[in-house]
């Protein structure tokens, strides 16, 4: 309790920063085309633990992890993180009902449980394609970066934003 009470005075200042680092990377990224970073409601506010971006392959005819990996070729590793390389990631979580807890239907024991207990009666099937926007955005439409943290610098950011202009612009090589 100590340790957290001592980190949430930073809270505010980080934060701060980190969406003031979202909002000029977001300005650079959303003139290109293909491109839709996400957007903030008006009178909604957003911490962007990490920041997602929408991948239209109808205006650049290469698919989003080809993109992403020819981005990520132009970016060094981030600090800290060197195995892992440019902290971007395609998609976001696999959708739940395609994890092997629901596609086998076994939670508890090696019954089934819930799924096959005396107290359900019905028959419930978690297949691919229950949820295609879901399976959309994961597997061609969806990424998102986690490289606008404190204490990144505008000079940072410019080059990130580069890397996606120089990739954009040169998709003819990836084809």
Not at 20 to 36: A, D, S
Not at 113 to 136: D, L, M, Q, W
Not at 143 to 171: C, E, G, Y
């Amino acid at each position: 309790a100590a340790i957290a009470r001592c980190q949430l005075r930073k809270l505010k200042p980080l934060l701060n920063s980190r969406l003031k680092n979202i909002e000029y990377l977001t300005k650079r990224l959303e003139t290109i085309k293909g491109l839709h970073p996400a957007s903030v409601r008006p009178g909604c506010t957003h911490s962007f633990y990490m920041h997602p971006i929408l991948y239209d392959q109808n205006f650049t005819d290469i698919p989003r992890n080809e993109f992403i990996d020819a981005v990520k070729s132009e970016l060094t590793p981030t600090q800290g993180r060197e195995l892992w390389g440019p902290l971007i990631s395609c998609g976001y979580v696999k959708p739940l009902y395609l994890l092997p807890l629901f596609q086998k239907q076994i939670a508890i024991g090696a019954n089934g449980y819930p799924f096959k207990s005396p107290f359900y009666r019905g028959n419930v099937t978690y297949g691919k394609g229950i949820c295609p926007v879901a399976e959309y955005l994961h597997e061609h439409s969806l990424f998102h970066h986690d490289l606008a943290k404190p204490p990144v610098t505008n000079d940072d950011l410019d080059d990130i934003a580069d890397a996606f202009i120089k990739v954009s612009r040169n998709l003819d090589e990836l084809k």
